[in-house]
């Protein structure tokens, strides 16, 4: 098994920064990728980007594109994600989840998710 203990959200202004961390545990030798999600209020999860942790290829949706930078420190066992230019829009519960074999953004291929940190964006 393997266990993600996310952190770092929070409230910011609309233009601000954050930084989420995402720490995995456990049998963390399985992790082919890790990638973060995000679920608004009423709305369905979304995929955000994915980082694969040999190598560090990246992979972005088109909403994180220029704003977002995942990045991953293999060491520490941590995935990050930094968000820049902030927008109410990007108001959501994040996920960090983590998959054994999949880099792409299927959630339903990734194996193992994190209790999920809240960020708010106000305008």
């Known amino acids: 098994q393997v266990q993600l203990v996310e952190s770092g959200g929070g409230l910011v202004q609309a233009g601000g920064s954050l930084r989420l961390s995402c720490a995995a545990s456990?049998?963390?030798?399985?992790?082919?990728?890790m990638g973060w999600f995000r679920q608004a209020p009423g709305k369905e999860r979304e995929f955000v980007a994915v980082?694969?942790?040999?190598?560090?290829?990246?992979y972005y949706a088109d909403s994180a594109k220029g704003r977002f930078t995942i990045s991953r420190d293999n060491a520490k066992n941590t995935v990050y994600l930094q968000m820049n230019s902030l927008k109410p829009e990007d108001t959501a519960v994040y996920y960090c989840?983590?998959?054994?074999?999949?880099?792409?953004?299927?959630?339903?291929?990734?194996?193992?998710w994190g209790q999920g940190t809240q960020v708010t964006v106000s305008s």
């Open positions: 456990g049998r963390t030798f399985r992790i082919y990728a």
């Open positions: 989840a983590a998959s054994t074999w999949y880099s792409g953004s299927r959630d339903e291929s990734y194996d193992y």
């Open positions: 980082v694969r942790w040999s190598g560090g290829t990246t």
